[in-house]
Each structure stands twice: as C-alpha cells, then as structure tokens.
C-alpha cells in the first residue's frame, strides 16, 4: 500500500477553515477513494467474457481491458506522491478522483472494445493521482499519531472491502449489463467528492519532477507489456512486437541512467542496495502474479470452461475473497509475534502451495473444491502483504517513505499487469485452454518458490530503519 504520510505543518489546517469540518470527512473520502481503486482492480475480470460476448475482440482486446487499467496505475504510481505533494492532497484527489469517474462513465458507454481499453488506461491514470493522496489527506487531518494510526487502519478496510466485493459484485451486475460494473462508482465517487468539499485545501510544496524517470517507466512497463499480449496472438516476431521490445529495452537503459544520474530520482537505486528492499518488492510483485493472475485465470476457466454465470463465478470466488479482509487484519498481530520475515516467507509459500495444488487437480474436479482451493492463495497473499509492506518501509529513512511506498506499489500493480499479459499469452498459443492455464499456473510456483526461498535465505530475521 502506498505510503505518502508526512508531518503535517499548520497550514494543512487552514487555507479554507470556513469550509473545512472534522477529519471524518477527509477519512471518509479517501477510504472511498481507496475503494474504488482497489475494486475496479478486480471487478472487471468476471466480466470479461460477458464483455467479449459483446463487443467482440478476442482475448488480446479483453487483456487489454484488465491492463489498462493496472499498467497505467502502475507507472505513474511512481511520480504520483510527488504530484500531490506539488498541488496539495485535497487538491490532487479531486482532480484524480474527477478523471477517475469520467474515465468510468467512458468505459461503461463504451461502443467498441478499442474505446472501452482508452478508457482505462484513463481511468488507471485517475487512480494513480489518488492512491497516494488517500493516505496524505490522512496525514493531514490527523496530526495526532495514535489517531492516525487508527484511521489508517479504518483507510485499509476500504481496499480489503473492494477487494472481497471486487469478483462478487462483478458477477452480480454483469447478470445486469457488464457496462454496470463501471457505472456503480459514479454514486460511490460523488459521495466522496461531496465530503471533500468540507475538507480544507491542502498545502503545496514546490517540489521537482522526473519527467525523464516518469516517461521512460511509462515506455518501458508499456512497451513489455503491449509486446507479450500482442506476442501472444501475433507472434514475437511481428515487426510491430519487436519494435515494441526494443523500446521496453531502450526506455528501461534510460530509466536506470536517469536514477542514478538524476539529482531527484522518483524511484533511487540505493533502495536495492538495501537486501530487505529488494526482497520486499521481488516478493511484492511475485505475490501479485500468484493473485491477479489467478483471478484472470479462473474467471475465464469457470465461464468458458465450466459454464458457469457471471453471478456463479463470482460466489465462486466468494471463499477466496472473504477471508482476504479477516487474514490481513490479523496479519499485524501474527507479524509482532513471528517477526516480518518469518510471516512474509510463511504467506509466499502458502501461496506457492496453493498454486501447485490448483496445478495438480484434474479437470473434473467439482466446481466447488475448486472454489475451496483457492483459498490457500489469498491467504498467503493477505498474510504476507502487510508484513512485507511494514519491512519495507521499516528499511528506508523514514522522509524516503513516500518514495518506498509507491515502489513497492509500482512492483505489485505491475506484476498483476505482466500476469495478465503472460498467462493470456499462454492461453491463446496452447493446443488448449487447460495447457495454458496449466502452464500459468506453474510459473506463479515457480516465481513464488525462488522468491520465498531469497527471503528465507537471505533476509535477516529483524531489519533495523537506516
């Protein structure tokens, strides 16, 4: 989860203190904010072959419509702290939250599929300017430590709701129409911009962008990407796919040169010098090809495979998403017992067994065993998350906690955006829909198993904050 907390001067209480009211609105609106980030993660993907009945396309258009949303999240999350530092929070939730919802309106009047992916890459976009900016205007109304401590924890039910609501509500309004899966955040987003027009503007603070940093991450993330799903249908050896991986190759040369050259790099590489950094955010986007990966995968395999509806598919994934909210919240506890290290390897070889299990069960298996087994997959995701984001930012000098924040971010929004790519790519080359899915899921264990096996290994069983 993107950290962006910071002091807070007393500026940040006045600029329109005739408007401004209690912190609960300000709390309120960014748990909202956070909601709909999280659930247009997920909600979209047991939709897809609802979506493709209509508007055509074939699996490289429906990736799109997943990744869209998840890369472009991606790659500005990186420079997004930043932005709302320069304009002020208040100021850059609204404006993201406002792209956001007419992102959200564009997509659910999408005529075509091309119109409906623009729209998301849109709609990511709105997302990326607010994710940081929740946790700012939180920092702001609650100066007090002990009591933002509990408001963030209050902020986190939002993301782990929109998680758990995410595959169930898009099952159930696809029964509807799938355009409504987009349109149930406009009452969500107005509510949240009424409540902040009782909350004060927040302070700007002249700060310098890397506008090289930022452009040549967009390039470089979009360019891996746009190459793999388009790979996967076309061949990798299509002039307009290897073009693609050239400037992914070149875009990230640049990338590495300006962070390390650059005198305010948005993402620094002495972060890796720092073993449980680098740890954090391999398992960190390990972690997200397990979970977005399989909620892809399966989405797919109980509709098109199972013949099940979108409502059944998504109270299929009912066990799976449930238990997400109740594991992370015990998560804190687990950690301060067991320490970080052994909670976040424990959580990515639960995972990896989850995995391996879904792998080895054959194809007649009764759609509800499967809905069962996939349990253990979130689990371990839910159980490793929070003990990998407090040794995260644990590791880094604590005026760096922004920057951390939205690394990790950046490495989990986009190893949920490659899953998507890769596995989609598997299922169209495969002789069959069960090889590719197979295949998918054998890479998730084997990622999880080297990254669960470096932090086992290599990580110190307590890290001290430098």
Not at 16 to 44: E, H, K, M, N, Y
Not at 364 to 389: E, I, N, S, Y
């Amino acid at each position: 989860m993107t950290s962006t907390l910071t002091p807070v001067s007393s500026s940040a209480t006045t600029g329109s203190g005739s408007r401004a009211t209690g912190p609960g609105r300000a709390l309120g609106a960014a748990l909202l904010g956070f909601f709909v980030i999280t659930l247009d993660a997920l909600i979209v993907s047991v939709a897809l072959p609802t979506i493709g009945d209509d508007l055509g396309g074939g699996m490289t258009g429906l990736q799109w419509v997943v990744d869209g949303y998840t890369l472009v999240l991606a790659a500005l999350l990186l420079s997004a702290g930043s932005i709302s530092d320069r304009i002020g929070a208040r100021q850059a939730f609204g404006a993201g939250l406002a792209l956001f919802l007419v992102a959200s309106a564009a997509c659910g009047f999408a005529p075509t599929l091309p119109v409906l992916g623009v729209a998301r890459l849109v709609q990511g976009a709105g997302a990326a300017v607010m994710m940081p900016a929740t946790l700012a205007l939180i920092g702001e109304a609650y100066p007090d430590a002990a009591r933002r401590t509990r408001a963030i924890a209050i902020w986190a039910v939002g993301g782990s709701v929109g998680s758990a609501a995410g595959p169930l509500l898009g099952g159930a309004l696809s029964a509807i129409s799938w355009r409504w899966i987009f349109f149930i955040n406009l009452p969500v987003g107005a509510i949240a911009l009424l409540m902040l027009t009782r909350v004060a503007r927040s302070p700007r603070r002249p700060l310098p962008f890397d506008w090289t940093g930022q452009i040549s991450a967009v390039l470089a993330m979009g360019g891996l990407t746009y190459a793999v799903i388009e790979g996967g249908e076309h061949g990798f050896i299509e002039p307009l796919v290897l073009t693609a991986l050239v400037v992914a190759v070149l875009s990230f040369m640049v990338f590495v040169a300006a962070q390390a050259r650059g005198s305010h790099p948005m993402l620094p590489l002495t972060f890796f010098t720092t073993r449980s950094v680098s740890l954090s955010l391999l398992a960190g986007f390990a972690l997200n090809i397990g979970f977005y990966g399989l909620t892809f995968l399966l989405s797919l395999y109980f509709q098109q495979l199972r013949g099940l509806s979108a409502l059944d598919t998504g109270i299929a994934f009912l066990p799976m998403t449930l238990q997400t909210a109740v594991v992370a919240f015990l998560s804190a506890r687990v950690v301060q017992r067991f320490g970080a290290k052994a909670v976040m390897t424990a959580g990515q070889w639960i995972m990896a067994a989850g995995l391996l299990i879904l792998f080895a069960l054959p194809a007649t298996a009764a759609t509800w065993l499967v809905a069962v087994l996939m349990m253990p997959v979130a689990f371990g995701g839910a159980l490793a998350v929070p003990a990998m984001t407090g040794l995260m930012l644990d590791s880094v000098p604590q005026q760096q906690a922004g920057l951390a924040g939205g690394a990790l971010n950046t490495f989990r929004q986009f190893g949920g955006a490659l899953a998507v790519a890769v596995f989609g790519a598997l299922l169209a080359n495969q002789a069959g829909f069960l090889h590719g899915l197979h295949l998918s899921l054998l890479i998730g264990v084997v990622l999880l198993t080297v990254t669960a096996t470096a932090t086992g290994l290599l990580l110190k069983p307590a890290t001290a904050r430098t």
